[in-house]
């Protein structure tokens, strides 16, 4: 069966410092992949998507990632972070047009000041 | 910004007792879907619906049932609530034939059943 694998459930990191957020699943064979992020008590919104074309792909609040087919690899990045980042990171992967997702675990980010 | 909404955004309930989570889009999205998200964050697709009358349990197996009468309405019931079934509920939508997989997504129902 497909899956996705989030190697870090949680990810404590300071202010300003870099954060990267490792996402591996299954299967190279016509994926599109996805990040969403959950705030506290809110529903998952998309952060950014690779469907194909460039693969390092830029998304909202200064995030990006890189897709590696090689590696089978889809990581999740910021240069700097904020506090307002404090948040649930999802990674999710389709691996036809128009099938399900399958997400990650998820991780969990908390920024300290 | 998605438009979708669910209600109620928190339910303390009773053992035994019939509840139903309301979705709701206006988007004219085909595509809808139920997942349930465990205090651990991970999401489990429990319910899924490709169009009116169309209705299809997911990779976890739910007591839950749902509906799909109506493009924009897709409601979950629980017929007899227990403890087991306290969890985080999400519903989302997508386009068919859309960017596929970017799923939209209400703020969830937070259902505790004591």
């Known amino acids: 069966a497909q899956s996705v694998t989030q190697l870090d459930s949680q990810v404590p990191v300071f202010e300003e410092a870099p954060v990267e957020l490792r996402c591996n699943y299954s299967?190279?064979?016509?994926?599109?992949l996805f990040w969403y992020v959950q705030y506290p008590n809110q529903g998952l919104q998309l952060l950014l998507k690779?469907?194909?074309?460039?693969?390092l792909v830029k998304g909202i609040n200064g995030f990006e990632a890189e897709f590696n087919k090689s590696q089978t690899s889809f990581h999740l990045r910021k240069p700097s972070v904020h506090i307002s980042d404090t948040a649930e990171y999802f990674c999710a992967v389709s691996w036809a047009a128009g099938n399900k997702l399958t997400f990650g675990g998820g991780t969990r980010v908390l920024v300290k000041p | 910004e998605a438009d979708i909404y669910q209600t109620p955004r928190y339910l303390v309930i009773g053992t035994g007792k019939k509840i139903t989570l309301e979705c709701s889009q206006t988007m004219g999205h085909d595509k809808m879907y139920w997942y349930q998200q465990d205090p651990g964050m991970e999401l489990h697709l429990i319910h899924y619906s490709y169009g009116v009358n169309s209705t299809e349990k997911g990779d976890l197996s739910s007591e839950s049932t749902v509906s799909r009468i109506r493009t924009e309405h897709f409601p979950l019931t629980l017929e007899s609530a227990r403890p087991s079934h306290t969890s985080q509920y999400l519903c989302?939508?997508?386009?068919?034939?859309?960017?596929?997989?970017?799923?939209?997504f209400g703020e969830g129902s937070r259902l505790t059943v004591l």
């Open positions: 989302a939508s997508t386009l068919a034939g859309g960017p596929s997989g970017e799923l939209f």
């Open positions: 690779y469907l194909s074309g460039s693969t």
């Open positions: 299967s190279s064979v016509s994926v599109y």
